[in-house]
C-alpha cells in the first residue's frame, strides 16, 4: 500500500491564481482530512468527509473548496491564491472503528502565495 | 479559541534524559487523546494515544499520563536518544466524524 499520497510537494502561486493540491489514500478509507499547518499554531482543519460525496468545513474553511467523488480521492481547491494561504498543507484518512481511531498523513505540500 | 493547549513550546536534553511535555484541553466532548510525531519534510505519524477512561499507557519508551478530573494530560519520554528529536503534538478526538484538533506543537532536541 502507498498509504496517504499528496502531490505537487511544492508549489509556488501569484496572488490571485488557483490551483488544486491532489490527496489519494488506498487503505479504503472512509474517513478523509485537510490540515494546514503554520508555524505555532499546530495543524488546523481545512475540510472534511466521511464518505464520497460528503463534506464539511472544518476550523478554517475560508478560501479553499473540497469535494469527494470516489472513496480515494479527496482534493482540496484554493479559488484565489492569498499569502495568508503559505502554509504546508497535510491529508488525511482514516477509518474509525472501536478499537482505533489513527489517522494516517501524507507527506504534504509546501505551497508559498507571493 | 485554543481547544488544546501545549507546553513547552520548545524542549532541550541530553541523551538519557526524561522530557515532559503537557497539554490541556477545554473540549469534554474529546474521547480520545492521540500524540503524533513530525521529522522534518513528514507528515505527523501517530505514536501513541489514550482514552479518558484510562490515567496512564506505556508503549515502549514512551508514556501518557492522563488526569481526566483537570483536563490534563502528558507525554514522558524515556531514556531520550538522538533519534527523538522531532517535533510533538497533542491532540483531542470528538464527533462522529472524528475531528482531530491539535495542540501547538513542542519541538524536542535530544542532544548525544
Known sequence: NAGVTQTPKFQVLKTGQSMTLQCAQDMNHEYMSWYRQDPGMGLRLIHYSVGAGITDQGEVPNGYNVSRSTTEDFPLRLLSAAPSQTSVYFCASSYPSGRTDTQYFGPGTRLTVL | Q???????????????????????????????????????????????????????????????????????????IMDSQPGDSATYFCAGLSGSARQLTFGSGTQLTVLP
Open chain 2, 2 to 76: 485554543q481547544q488544546v493547549k501545549q507546553s513547552p513550546q520548545s524542549l532541550i536534553v541530553q541523551k538519557g534524559g526524561i522530557p515532559i511535555i503537557n497539554c490541556a484541553y477545554e473540549n469534554t466532548a474529546f474521547d480520545y487523546f492521540p500524540w503524533y510525531q513530525q521529522f522534518p519534510g513528514k507528515g505527523p505519524a501517530l505514536l501513541i494515544a489514550i482514552r479518558p477512561d484510562v490515567s496512564e499507557k506505556k508503549e515502549g519508551r514512551f508514556t501518557i499520563s492522563f488526569n481526566k478530573s483537570a483536563k490534563q494530560f502528558s507525554l514522558h
